[in-house]
């Protein structure tokens, strides 16, 4: 029978567990069980996509070596649940980044009503019990690296769909999991149950998000089509579209130069340069491009000053709709031994601009 990893780790959190939890968060029993159903499968969706790469997957092997967990009474025991929270803060943080583990920490607070810092104590008790499942459950079933990796990559879509809904959508909007796995294993989901309304809701703004990428895509392509049919003797001022990153609307274009398709090419830098940051030296090698991306992006929000509203305003949500993606790649940049001295200047200059462009 296949492993059903967020099941592995349900069966750590005892009655007695959780009332210990409990306890500490100042919370019900059955509001702490509530809150850890959605909890444990956001965290195992992140681990998911954390072992996504080869650095990740090394990250989470070198920290599951060092989680000789027998139960999580045992850690109780011996550390006590603050000291557990410690203990997992520390641990989530250098795995995830600080930026994302807030970010998470906050939809967890809200889906459950406990609030920001009520989400991110939950999170950091109960980071060092989903990690110590898994290394039991690695070491039990004889896997690797590669094999635990593959297991987890293998059941993204599951751990997705065991998130409860309202949490799936607080994390979706965050850019924290993916949106179309989420509705596909809700989609799943729903199929063996009658709840197709359920279904709907999470579904409906993914499909509708595509819709409108694709008539926003025809609608560029026609137009620019119609551009070139009758204004034949005027040499082309537009840049041809990049797809790399998202669809620019047609409308953003100031002095020749397509302000969308600019930004997409500044992130397609942004994801050449900063995987690759691993040390020190490849950090210090990284800094030109985060800085050429800057340049960028001043450059950006000069030109925008002459957009029309209703460019401005399309401008900034396709900059919202990246900040989840830049700010995981930059938080993983941060927290890379050796790292932060180096590329913090850069980084925060990188994020400043972001912020302002967002609000243009």
């Known amino acids: 029978?296949?492993?059903?990893?967020?099941?592995?780790?349900?069966?750590?959190?005892?009655?007695?567990?959780?009332?210990?939890?409990?306890?500490?968060?100042?919370?019900?029993?059955?509001?702490?069980?509530?809150?850890a159903g959605g909890a444990v499968p956001a965290l195992l969706a992140g681990l998911s996509d954390l072992v996504a790469n080869p650095a990740g997957t090394s990250q989470l092997s070198k920290l599951l070596s060092q989680q000789q967990i027998r139960s999580p009474t045992d850690l109780l025991s011996s550390t006590g649940v603050q000291g557990l929270a410690d203990t997992g803060s520390?641990?989530?943080?250098?795995?995830?980044?600080?930026?994302?583990?807030?970010?998470?920490?906050?939809?967890?607070?809200?889906?459950?009503?406990?609030?920001?810092?009520?989400?991110?104590?939950?999170?950091?008790?109960?980071?060092?019990?989903?990690?110590?499942?898994?290394?039991?459950?690695?070491?039990?079933?004889?896997?690797?690296?590669?094999?635990?990796?593959?297991?987890?990559?293998?059941?993204?879509?599951?751990?997705?769909?065991?998130?409860?809904?309202?949490?799936?959508?607080?994390?979706?909007?965050?850019?924290?999991?993916?949106?179309?796995?989420?509705?596909?294993?809700?989609?799943?989901?729903?199929?063996?149950?009658?709840?197709?309304?359920?279904?709907?809701?999470?579904?409906?703004?993914?499909?509708?998000?595509?819709?409108?990428?694709?008539?926003?895509?025809?609608?560029?392509?026609?137009?620019?089509?119609?551009?070139?049919?009758?204004?034949?003797?005027?040499?082309?001022?537009?840049?041809?579209?990049?797809?790399?990153?998202?669809?620019?609307?047609?409308?953003?274009?100031v002095d020749g130069v397509n302000l969308g398709n600019q930004f997409n090419s500044s992130i397609n830098t942004l994801k050449s340069a900063l995987p690759g940051i691993t040390d020190a030296a490849t950090a210090q090698a990284a800094l030109p491009k985060i800085n050429e991306v800057v340049a960028q992006l001043n450059d950006i929000s000069a030109r925008a000053a002459k957009l029309p509203p209703e460019g401005r305003s399309a401008l900034a949500k396709l900059i919202v709709a990246m900040r989840p993606t830049i700010n995981q790649m930059c938080d993983k940049v941060m927290a890379t031994p050796g790292v932060g001295v180096v590329a913090k200047p850069a980084i925060d200059d990188l994020q400043a601009r972001l912020d302002a462009l967002a609000q243009v």
């Open 90 to 253: 520390n641990m989530l943080s250098g795995l995830f980044g600080g930026r994302t583990m807030d970010t998470m920490a906050q939809a967890v607070g809200k889906f459950t009503g406990i609030g920001d810092s009520g989400g991110k104590l939950l999170l950091s008790v109960l980071g060092p019990i989903v990690l110590g499942a898994l290394g039991q459950h690695q070491r039990n079933a004889g896997l690797d690296a590669t094999g635990l990796a593959s297991l987890l990559r293998s059941q993204k879509d599951q751990i997705v769909a065991a998130i409860p809904s309202g949490l799936a959508d607080q994390l979706g909007a965050t850019g924290l999991i993916d949106r179309t796995t989420s509705v596909s294993g809700r989609a799943a989901a729903a199929a063996s149950q009658t709840a197709s309304t359920t279904f709907n809701k999470a579904a409906q703004w993914p499909y509708w998000l595509g819709a409108l990428i694709v008539l926003g895509g025809l609608a560029w392509y026609t137009l620019g089509r119609q551009g070139q049919q009758t204004v034949a003797e005027q040499p082309a001022t537009t840049q041809p579209a990049t797809q790399t990153v998202g669809m620019a609307p047609a409308n953003l274009t």
């Open 1 to 35: 029978m296949a492993t059903n990893l967020t099941s592995v780790v349900m069966q750590f959190l005892t009655p007695e567990i959780v009332a210990q939890i409990a306890s500490f968060l100042g919370l019900d029993k059955a509001a702490t069980q509530k809150a």
